[in-house]
T-cell receptor, first 116, second 111 residues
Framework: SAVISQKPSRDICQRGTSLTIQCQVD?????MFWYRQQPGQSLTLIAT?????????ESGFVIDKFPISRPNLTFSTLTVSNMSPEDSSIYLC?????????????FGEGSRLTVL | QKEVEQDPGPLSVPEGAIVSLNCTYS??????FMWYRQYSRKGPELLMY????GNKEDGRFTAQVDKSSKYISLFIRDSQPSDSATYLC???????????FGGGTRVLVKP
């Protein structure tokens, strides 16, 4: 399996600010995704991070609120913009890679954000 | 109705018992099925991955898929307190496609 590192692992943020989460993978991967897990809830896909092009967002998520970058095959960032308490969640980076069993999806440890 | 339904639990069993978990789904297009284990304050860890119908065994874990009934199961034999976690089922229409998750079942194995 790929080793996926996320930074920060946790943060406490003020309402109205923005925070960028980084995801670094130890091998080149074809597909990268960003998920959100709200307190006591399951995982919801935010977007697919596409290398070299704009991310593909799921219904209910927009680029202005969650801008995503993916400059290469091992790195991506997710920004949570103009945060409100409702954005308090765990944000998870996940990958499917060329070297991995096709279809298997692996997750990072997550970034736990608390918005005051 | 959610696409994937999973009993939230909690499911409490004594150490050594068999843990039985399941999910039902409504979309017949799902072909790939996964089970994840998530400890508190950790990311989900992939336990089992199966394609289409059938059984798959890995150590103490057995995954079953019944596509005709739209029903998947995970069995944990000889359960240990370290198996206490939330177990999430997930499924996809195609390899590398986005996953749809169940809500997760919290399992507690008591010593």
């Amino acid at each position: 399996s790929a080793v996926i590192s996320q930074k920060p692992s946790r943060d406490i943020c003020q309402r109205g600010t923005s925070l960028t989460i980084q995801c670094q993978v130890d091998s080149q991967v074809t597909m990268m995704f960003w998920y959100r897990q709200q307190p006591g809830q399951s995982l919801t896909l935010i977007a697919t991070a596409n290398q070299g092009s704009e991310a593909t967002y799921e219904s209910g998520f927009v680029i202005d609120k969650f801008p995503i970058s993916r400059p290469n095959l091992t790195f991506s960032t997710l920004t949570v913009s103009n945060m409100s308490p409702e954005d308090s969640s765990i944000y998870l980076c996940s990958v499917v890679g060329a070297g991995l069993n096709t279809g298997e999806l692996f997750f990072g440890e997550g970034s736990r954000l608390t918005v005051l | 109705q959610k696409e994937v339904e999973q009993d939230p639990g909690p499911l409490s069993v004594p150490e050594g018992a068999i843990v039985s978990l399941n999910c039902t789904y409504s979309n017949s297009a799902f072909q790939y099925f996964m089970w994840y284990r998530q400890y508190s304050r950790k990311g989900p860890e992939l336990l089992m991955y199966t394609y289409s119908s059938g059984n798959k065994e890995d150590g103490r874990f057995t995954a079953q898929v019944d596509k005709s009934s739209k029903y998947i199961s995970l069995f944990i034999r000889d359960s240990q307190p370290s198996d206490s976690a939330t177990y999430l089922c997930a499924m996809a229409r195609a390899a590398g496609n986005k996953l749809t998750f169940g809500g997760g079942t919290r399992v507690l194995v008591k010593p």
